[in-house]
């Protein structure tokens, strides 16, 4: 499908991923895009600067209401299906976590059927996979959540449910579907929901307050951090290209240790202070393995995705971001 001169609507638009597609397709030369959202995470503010271009219509919606979607999807040729609830807050509210992932993703696509919308670009995760013990994940790695908590479990299940809906409309309906299994996203307008990455927040906002950063256990547990552009880019590129019914892994394939992590962020806000290690008791974890490496060779071969922004990069942006963001703060 073509992205140039072509209407979509991003459910969960004022979101952290959502804003930064936005973005994208803004420079794809867009005709119009919806963001549909009810606001019970986010706010207008989070798109900020993007809502003032006269391409982008802000819509208050709820995915649970299939009615508002019916009448949101005028015109639209492609949705992005980014409204969800993350493994924290659907830990803290499992009721309206659940019904969001799982019913609000049939009524996407009951709604796209009903108002022939040609493709649904579904952000999953790579909670879909669990904790696999693997070398390398893939695609077809089946799901293992025996050693994860209950919320993390519960996410992953309700993205399998998301990506099988996707999968079912394609079959039955004709509405094509691609699933993108992200792995811990960052970057610029990063909230405080996401428990991996929200750990490059809290770690740099001890830097600026000169207070020693913590660093869980002994700092092995790995994670993929992923930049939200890279993201963005990909869902370009998943909505743009003839595949569907396809999940893939997006990626950068490396595991980055929470050492590591705090060292890089020392070294760009230049501070000599010493991280301190702690075992932090009860907190909200995805995923805490030492080992972890996901292949994104699938995506790469399809549809010829792969990541471009380095971590140091990526962290510099986002550190970027977060000072500015206090500048206007104070
Ligand atoms: N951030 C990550 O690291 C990450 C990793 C893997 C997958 N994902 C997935 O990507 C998607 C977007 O992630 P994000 O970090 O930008 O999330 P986010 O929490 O910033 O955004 C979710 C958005 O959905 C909206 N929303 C919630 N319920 C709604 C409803 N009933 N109707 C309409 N809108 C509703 C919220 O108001 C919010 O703006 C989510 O589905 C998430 O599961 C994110």
């Excluded at 699938?298 to 971001?321: C, Q, S, T, V, Y």
Aim: hydrophobic share 40%; with cysteine.
């Amino acid at each position: 499908m073509r992205i140039a001169g072509n209407k979509f609507l991003i459910t969960g638009g004022v979101s952290m991923i959502g804003a930064q597609i936005t973005e994208h397709l803004l420079k794809a030369d867009v005709r119009e895009v919806v963001l549909f959202d009810n606001y019970s995470l986010s706010s207008p503010e989070m798109v900020g600067e993007l809502a003032r271009d006269p391409r982008v219509k802000l819509v208050r919606g709820d995915i649970l209401r299939v009615n508002e979607l019916f009448d949101a999807l005028d015109g639209v040729g492609g949705v992005f299906a980014t409204a969800g609830f993350l493994t924290l807050p659907l830990t803290l509210n499992p009721c309206l976590g659940i019904a969001v992932n799982v019913q609000g993703m049939v009524n996407v696509h009951e709604a796209c059927r009903y108002r022939k919308v040609d493709k649904v670009v579904f952000s999953s995760s790579v909670a879909t996979y669990g904790e696999t013990g693997a070398d390398t994940t893939e695609e077809s790695s089946p799901w293992n959540w025996s050693k994860q908590q209950p919320g993390a479990a519960l996410y992953g299940a309700s993205k399998i449910m998301g990506e099988n809906i996707g999968r079912l409309y394609e079959d039955r309906y004709g509405v094509k579907s691609i699933s993108l299994r992200y792995s811990s996203v960052y970057g610029e307008r990063q909230h405080l929901r996401a428990v991996n990455s929200v750990y490059i927040v809290d770690t740099y906002d001890r830097i600026a307050r000169s207070e020693r950063p913590i660093i869980p256990d002994d700092g092995l547990e790995v994670h993929d951090y992923i930049h939200v552009a890279d993201i963005a880019r990909a869902n370009l590129m998943a909505m743009e290209s003839d595949v569907s019914r396809e999940s893939f892994t997006v990626a950068t394939g490396e595991a980055t240790t929470l050492n590591r992590l705090v060292e890089i962020i020392l070294k760009i806000t230049g501070s000599n202070l010493k991280p301190e290690y702690k075992t932090l008791q009860g907190k909200i974890r995805a995923a805490t393995s030492k080992t972890m490496r996901f292949s994104n060779a699938k995506i790469a071969r399809m549809i010829d995705w792969r990541p471009e922004i380095p971590l140091e990069d990526g962290i510099a942006r986002l550190i970027r971001w977060r000072e500015n963001e206090a500048r206007q703060v104070r």
